[in-house]
C-alpha cells in the first residue's frame, strides 16, 4: 500500500509572503511620493551606466538614490557614488535575484523619503529577477544590442514582466544584424503595453526622450 | 564630496533569521522524540538509494518518514514511496537549498511526530545546501567514490558542518584511483569529530556498520 506522495511547491510558497511584503512595501513607498523603479537585465547590458546618465539628464529636477544589487562585490555602488548619487550595496551572497524585504532594507539604508526617486540596480540575470516582485511601482529592463534580437523569445517572463524597455547600445547597430523591428515585435507581442525607448548610455543618443518621459512619470505620481 | 557606500550583507541576514527557526524547530523535535536527519550530497551520488537501504535495515527497529527536496521533479519522492516508505516531496523551484522553514512544512505534512527518524534529502548541491540549517539533529552526506578524492579540497565547508560522512559506491573502489586514506585524511583534518563509514547502497556492503551505529545513535536522542 503505497500512499500518494504530496508535492509541496517551496516558491510558490516564497512568492506569496514576498507580493505581502512587496505590497506593503509600494503603499509605504506612495505615502512617501518616493517613486521605486526596479531595473533589470543581463549582465554587461549596462545598467549602471544607463543609471548615471538618466540621473545626470534629470538632476535639477528630481532627486535619486540607488540600491545596487551584486552577488559578491560593491563595484557598481561606488561607481555610481563617485558621481555624487547616494547608493547602498546589497551583496546577495548567491542569490541571483532580490525579493521586497532585501530592497526594503536597503531603502532603509538609503533613508529613501528624501529622495524623489530610487533605482534598483538588480542582479545581472534575465530569469529570478523577473519573478519577484521587489515592491517597485515601475519595472524596467535594458537589453542591448550586443546581446541579440532573440532575447524576447528566449525570456518571455522578464519581457512581460516590464513597464518600459531600454534598448541600450544603440551605437553598436550599424556593425550588428540586430533586428530592431523584430525585437519591438517579438516584445509587444508578449507585453502590448511596454513603452521602449532606444538608447545608448555611452553616446547619450535618446537619454534625453526617455528622461523626459520618466519625469512626467514621476511627476505624475507625486501629485496622485 | 562622494558618501562612503554602505555594504548590506543580504546572505548574512537571511541566515541570522534562519537559525532561530532551525534552533525552533530543534527543540520541538526534541519534544517529540523524532530525530532529523539532514543528508546532503553532489546529484548523482546515491542519496535515495542509501535512504532506501538504511530504512530497510532498521525497518524492525525504527520508523522513518523521507522529506524529498528537488528543484523540479518528484521523482524521488516517488521512488521512496514506493518502498512503502511514508515520503513527501518539496518542490523548491530553482532554490538550491533547504532552509528550516521549508523544512517545517515537510515535516508538518508528514505529520513527523508519527515517526522515530525523518531524514531530509536536500538539494543535490556540494555548496549552498551547507550553509543553511535545516534545523536537522544530525548533518550527513555522501561522497561517492566516482565523484573522486579531491572534494573535500574543493567543497570544504560541506565536509566541515557534517557530523557523518558515507563514502558510499565502494563497489567502484577496484576500478577506480579513489585513494580511500587521503579522503579520509582530508576530511578529518577539517572536521576531527566527523564519523565515516563506507557503504555500498547498492551491494548492501557497510550497510549494517552504519545503520547500526545510527540506531544506538537515536536511541541515545530518544532517552535524553
Redesign the interface.
Known amino acids: ?13 516564497i512568492q506569496a509572503d514576498n507580493r505581502l511584503v512587496a505590497e506593503n512595501l509600494r503603499q509605504e513607498m506612495s505615502r512617501q511620493k518616493t517613486f521605486l523603479i526596479n531595473l533589470m537585465s543581463s549582465p554587461g547590458s549596462g545598467k549602471t551606466s544607463t543609471i548615471i546618465s538618466t540621473v545626470e539628464a534629470l538632476k535639477g529636477d528630481l532627486s535619486f538614490a540607488v540600491i545596487e544589487a551584486d552577488i559578491d562585490s ?1 563595484l557598481d ?2 561607481k555610481v ?2 558621481r ?1 548619487i ?10 541571483c535575484h532580490l525579493d521586497a524585504s ?1 530592497v526594503s ?2 531603502l532603509q ?1 538609503v533613508d529613501f523619503a528624501r529622495f524623489d526617486v530610487v533605482i534598483i540596480e538588480n542582479v545581472g540575470n534575465l530569469v ?1 529577477p523577473a ?1 519577484f516582485d521587489t515592491g517597485a511601482i515601475m519595472n524596467a529592463m535594458i537589453l542591448s544590442v550586443p546581446e541579440g534580437d532573440d532575447k524576447p523569445l528566449k525570456y518571455p517572463l522578464m519581457f512581460s514582466v516590464c513597464d518600459v524597455l531600454l534598448i541600450n547600445k544603440i551605437d553598436y547597430l550599424e556593425f550588428s544584424d540586430f533586428d530592431m523591428l523584430a525585437v519591438k515585435q517579438r516584445v509587444l507581442g508578449l507585453n502590448p503595453r511596454i513603452r521602449i525607448y532606444e538608447i545608448s548610455a555611452k553616446t547619450g543618443e535618446g537619454i534625453d526622450v526617455w528622461a523626459s518621459w520618466l519625469k512626467q512619470t514621476v511627476d505624475r505620481f507625486v501629485r496622485s
Open positions: 500500500m503505497v500512499d500518494e506522495v504530496k508535492l509541496i511547491e517551496i516558491k510558490e510558497d560593491k555602488a561606488e557614488a563617485a555624487g547616494k547608493a547602498v550595496q546589497l551583496k546577495t551572497g548567491g542569490f532585501m532594507k536597503g539604508e529570478c519573478e
